[in-house]
């Protein structure tokens, strides 16, 4: 029986991370993540999975981030039955991060029939519940890093260190083969790696000498400036002092999961060094308050600040859990930091905040993470005049400003140097989780520096190789058609969205009828003066 590898998510896109490896003896899943960013892709999480569930042995999970775990409760519900593994650290954060999606798709599909009862649209189901999510919690199953292990007959993993997030991992595989002359096969799968500088980690690890490897290539076309601590602090005192120049609320759409933690500690540095006044700043995220808890149990694995004894807490530090208090931030007109989730704008409360301050002039929303194309953070990143949120038009007169300086992925010189550092690789490299041009410039980038003596492919979603031990990867007939035709792939490379493109014409509408009914008015004033003139 041949080894092959289908690209399940993450192929063409960046998000719904989801490999599946057939082998010998069986199959392993590695991350199953939700798909993020326009309507059409959002929609393939509602769908049928692209394999069949119970027929998975083991599913191997490189970190928390939803986009990498986010539809694990939904492959349990559809029948799988085996363990789940991840580091210890990212146990802890799924356990507070998948309840939360559940919840949230449980809210946001409430709000979506209560409008399909008016307009007589059939209810729609979420993609999973918060009962779901717990359902499949003790499944999760943890392997420390640098130790190898055998997942299941004929499959040995070992987790190194990405450096992405907390108990983010690569995944080195060696897989059983039927070859005489091969009898292993050496699989790596990079999962999110990490820059060389970062607040909580130093770069990423790994060992060498593979077959294939799976690289992520997020920030495949650009390099960006490698900052240190004080470096990354000042550009955020630089955006807090022209935020507090305005007077508006400075509202911060963040990742519940280390990029709020990171915040956290680098505004209790500023305010404890003097640099910034105290400001309230609350954390409107249970979520996000959830996974500060597990930072703190964790703690002994980060890099933290040496100069603040809590890098997560402060007298004008607020904890924000139940709606009653998230719902009273809107009475706060201005002068507070609000850090909420989720990161790219998508769903969560950060939605409701986006909702109260983005009309205001006074007010400034920062970015300080990847948007994915058609997102709602991508959509306010590029400019748009207006965003639709829950169904109303809101327009946008608020200040956006955004700062790449808390990244979590390598730029597109630490891949090819992360890459450079796992040769020899005998095979094939795929180039995934990225858009369009940066997996098209990573895979320049490494062909022009000559890397591997390999393939080097971009996989398309549900694209299957064949992975042999002494050839290149040969890529199979699709099971089934592709989940997404042509004209929706090429919606989602253009970051279109339907949802925001409507809200725009409905107010580009609206200002144009108002313009309308001005001039009308002014014809009909300029008459009665002509009127009153004449007698």
Not at 80 to 100: C, H, K, S, V, Y
Not at 167 to 188: H, Y
Not at 400 to 411: E, F, L, V
Request: with cysteine; hydrophobic share 40%.
């Amino acid at each position: 029986m041949t080894i092959s590898l289908k690209f399940c998510g993450a192929a063409g896109t960046v998000t719904g991370s989801c490999y599946l490896l057939t082998h010998p003896r069986g199959r392993v899943l590695i991350d199953c993540g939700l798909f993020q960013g326009p309507k059409t892709l959002r929609e393939l999480n509602y769908g049928t999975l692209p394999f069949d569930p119970a027929k998975i042995d083991v599913v191997l999970v490189t970190h928390a981030h939803i986009d990498h775990s986010g539809l694990l409760p939904k492959l349990c519900s559809a029948g799988f039955a085996g363990r789940i593994i991840a580091t210890a650290e990212t146990n802890a954060l799924l356990e507070w991060m998948l309840p939360d999606s559940g919840a949230i798709q449980e809210g946001e599909v409430q709000r979506l029939n209560q409008r399909n009862a008016r307009r007589g649209r059939a209810e729609v189901e979420p993609i999973y519940t918060r009962a779901d999510a717990e359902a499949m919690l003790p499944r999760l199953s943890a392997l420390e890093q640098d130790s190898w292990s055998e997942v299941m007959p004929g499959v040995r993993a070992c987790f190194r260190d990405a450096g992405h997030i907390l108990g983010a991992v690569s995944i080195e595989l060696e897989v059983v083969t039927d070859d005489p002359k091969q009898r292993m096969l050496r699989i790596l799968f990079s999962g999110d790696v990490g820059p060389d500088i970062k607040p909580f980690h130093s770069g990423p690890e790994g060992s060498e000498n593979f077959d294939y490897v799976v690289i992520e290539a997020t920030y495949g076309d650009r390099d960006r400036p490698r900052l240190n601590d004080d470096e990354r602090r000042a550009v955020l005192k630089s955006v807090i002092d022209q935020a507090r120049a305005t007077g508006g609320n400075l509202i911060i759409p963040a990742f519940a999961v280390e990029r709020t933690q990171e915040l956290l500690a680098d505004l209790i540095a500023l305010t404890a060094r003097g640099e910034i006044p105290a400001m309230p700043t609350f954390l409107d995220s249970p979520l996000a308050v959830g996974a500060t808890q597990v930072f703190r149990r964790f703690r002994g694995a980060l890099r933290l600040p040496a100069d603040v004894s809590d890098p997560f807490q402060a007298p004008h530090i607020h904890y924000v859990t139940t709606a009653e208090q998230s719902m009273a931030l809107d009475r706060i007109a201005g002068g507070a930091i609000i850090i909420s989730a989720s990161g790219m704008c998508d769903a969560g409360r950060i939605r409701y905040h986006l909702k109260s301050n983005l009309w205001r002039s006074d007010a400034t929303v920062l970015l300080v993470g990847y948007q994915a194309p058609g997102t709602m953070g991508a959509l306010l990143k590029s400019g748009v005049a207006s965003v639709r949120i829950h169904g109303q038009e809101v327009k946008v007169a608020a200040k956006i400003r955004s700062i790449d300086t808390y990244s979590g992925h390598a730029d597109r010189n630490e891949l090819m140097a992360w890459l450079e550092a796992r040769l020899p690789i005998a095979r094939g490299v795929f180039i995934t989780h990225g858009e369009e041009t940066a997996l098209a410039a990573l895979k320049e980038g490494i062909l022009a520096k000559g890397l591997p003596k390999a393939e080097v492919v971009i996989p398309q979603l549900d694209q299957t190789f064949i992975l042999h031990p002494a050839e290149t990867p040969r890529v199979t007939e699709a099971e089934k058609p592709a989940r997404l035709d042509r004209a929706a792939t090429d919606a989602i490379r253009a970051g279109r969205d339907w949802h925001n493109d409507y809200a725009s014409f409905l107010i580009d509408l609206q200002d144009r009828l108002a313009l309308a009914a001005d001039e009308r008015n002014r014809q009909v004033l300029l008459r009665r003066l002509r009127d009153a003139l004449k007698e």
